[in-house]
């Protein structure tokens, strides 16, 4: 009989009890033989410093019951939801999931279904394309298309609910790269994932960041494994984003041209804002306008820093495990050759253009949050948990 396989795409910035309930009922209801995750490493898919290492993130992942952690690579991660969700979903893919879980507010997959029909049909699409020229937010742009393409006013709120751009690209990759695999909706729990305010015991990874800032007690919002992880001081981490982007953006003007997401004279833009700013949180409240989301700018602050070439999707990715339980380790046996000849477990030696671009996105993540030895690790076997 074939193993029953569940996957699912996680960020954990952090680990709350929202994501603890997910992976729950996720398990409750599939009852797979294997769990594989795949997430983001040192930057999230909204372009922030994750509040976590990604190698404590990934020993947390194995202790919280996930038998193989995979690693999304920050040139893969760093992007668009339909970028970030159709590598994810392809990456998972290739370890041969039988299932694919998501957390949502709305779990009803018969309306997702009708809203990702409706956002393929070529009137949505030519909305779309209008939109895109007023907004660079996808969120805005999507909505703003499903408003003028005549989208029933009950579908236009669904897709204005957090995650649900997310989820539909997942269903979209899945469309695209054929996959022959079981989708299971999970409805979301407290907080909204843009609420910064604690209201709920299961308060939202930006309730829980902002309460770090401040010093506020998270005890009793979090699992136990999270009490213990050491955290980025994100204070720290922006006075030396700020440093470094007023050096990045000073200098080598003319190699701007060639970095992903540097164009139509936004660098410009840029630079005459960052020469008044008096700091990172002064610059995004200067620069952020109608056109361009806060995500987008943080993204382009980091392909600017780790120099993100945009031929970058040219380069072949890579299938990298970062950590495995025995379970885990047991499942990656049985793998196809052709699958096993893909995956690598560290990037020693490596010459893959994505892989150098990680390295970098891993000293850069150690420059901000003065978290040494991480560079290091990226040189060892992954993770083991033992069963």
């Not at 795409?9 to 599939?30: D, M, R, S, W």
């Not at 029909?117 to 020229?133: E, G, R, S, Y």
């Not at 995004?284 to 031929?311: A, G, V």
Request: charged share 20%; aromatic share 10%.
């Amino acid at each position: 009989m074939e193993p029953v396989v569940l996957g699912m795409v996680v960020e954990f910035n952090p680990y709350h009890l929202g994501h603890q309930y997910f992976l729950t009922q996720a398990k409750t209801l599939i009852n797979p033989d294997v769990v594989i995750a795949v997430t983001s490493t040192s930057f999230t898919m909204r372009g922030e410093v994750a509040i976590v290492d990604k190698f404590a993130k990934t020993k947390q992942m194995l202790s919280e019951g996930i038998d193989i952690v995979l690693e999304l690579p920050c040139a893969k991660s760093v992007q668009s939801a339909d970028f970030f969700a159709y590598h994810s979903v392809k990456a998972l893919s290739q370890m041969q999931i039988t299932d694919l879980a998501f957390g949502v507010e709305n779990e009803d997959l018969a309306k997702l279904y009708q809203l990702l029909a409706i956002i393929q049909t070529p009137n949505f699409q030519k909305h779309l394309q209008k939109a895109l020229k007023t907004f660079t937010s996808y969120k805005k742009a999507y909505s703003r298309a499903l408003e003028e393409s005549g989208t029933a006013s009950e579908l236009i709120a669904l897709f204005n609910q957090p995650n649900i751009t997310l989820a539909l690209q997942y269903l979209r990759a899945i469309q695209d790269l054929e996959l022959n695999i079981r989708v299971h909706a999970i409805k979301r729990q407290g907080s909204h994932y843009h609420d910064t305010e604690i209201t709920h015991p299961f308060a939202s990874a930006s309730g829980i960041r902002k309460a770090l800032r401040s010093g506020k007690e998270i005890t009793g919002y979090v699992p136990e494994s999270t009490l213990k992880q050491s955290f980025a001081n994100q204070n720290l981490t922006e006075e030396r984003m700020f440093a470094l982007l007023q050096y990045a953006l000073l200098v080598n003007q003319q190699g701007q041209k060639a970095i992903i997401g540097l164009s139509e004279g936004i660098e410009y833009y840029l630079i005459a804002h960052l020469k008044s700013a008096s700091s990172y949180a002064d610059l995004i409240d200067r620069i952020k306008n109608k056109r361009y989301s806060i995500s987008k700018f943080q993204r382009i602050f980091l392909y600017l820093l780790l120099e993100i070439p945009k031929t970058f999707d040219q380069f072949q990715p890579y299938l990298r495990v970062l950590g495995f339980s025995e379970q885990g380790e047991k499942y990656l046996g049985t793998l196809p050759k052709e699958t096993k000849s893909e995956i690598i477990t560290s990037l020693k030696n490596t010459k893959n253009p994505i892989g150098l671009i990680e390295l970098k996105a891993t000293q850069l993540y150690e420059i901000l949050t003065d978290k040494q030895g991480l560079t290091q690790t990226e040189f060892l076997i992954p993770l083991k948990r033992k069963d």
